[in-house]
Nanobody, 122 residues
Framework: DVQLVESGGGSVQAGGSLRLSCTAS????????MAWFRRTPENGREGVAY???????DYTYSVAGRFAISRDNAKNTIDLQINRLQPEDTALYFC?????????????????WGRGTQVTVS
């Protein structure tokens, strides 16, 4: 099964940018639908960006136009470019993988998770 490790989080000022990365091991991400979730005390864990095995993407409404998810199957990585950061983007961000045959927005479909990387916006 795939193992995931996130990196790239940090503390930034509102309006700034960050690029989060997720490095996979033990299996190829080409076999998985991939996603980024985030967790806050107020909202719990919510999905923010999804990418399927063909590179098709989808975003939750609150981040559309500011977040961009991408995958590099050769490097076995998933990235999340975050622009125009807002204080409400402060969260622990997780990379997740699903074996579903199609892109899915259902959290329960994602069986493989990293430990997360913290993003703090002030």
């Amino acid at each position: 099964d795939v193992q995931l490790v996130e990196s790239g989080g940090g503390s930034v000022q509102a309006g700034g940018s960050l690029r989060l990365s997720c490095t996979a091991s033990q299996d190829s991400i080409s076999n998985y639908q991939m996603a980024w979730f985030r967790r806050t005390p107020e909202n719990g864990r919510e999905g923010v960006a999804y990418i399927d095995t063909d590179g098709g993407t989808d975003y939750t409404y609150s981040v559309a136009g500011r977040f961009a998810i991408s995958r590099d199957n050769a490097k076995n990585t998933i990235d999340l470019q975050i622009n125009r950061l807002q204080p409400e983007d402060t969260a622990l961000y997780f990379c997740a993988a699903s074996r579903d045959l199609v892109r899915t927005g259902t959290r329960a479909d994602y069986l493989y998770w990293g430990r997360g990387t913290q993003v703090t916006v002030s």
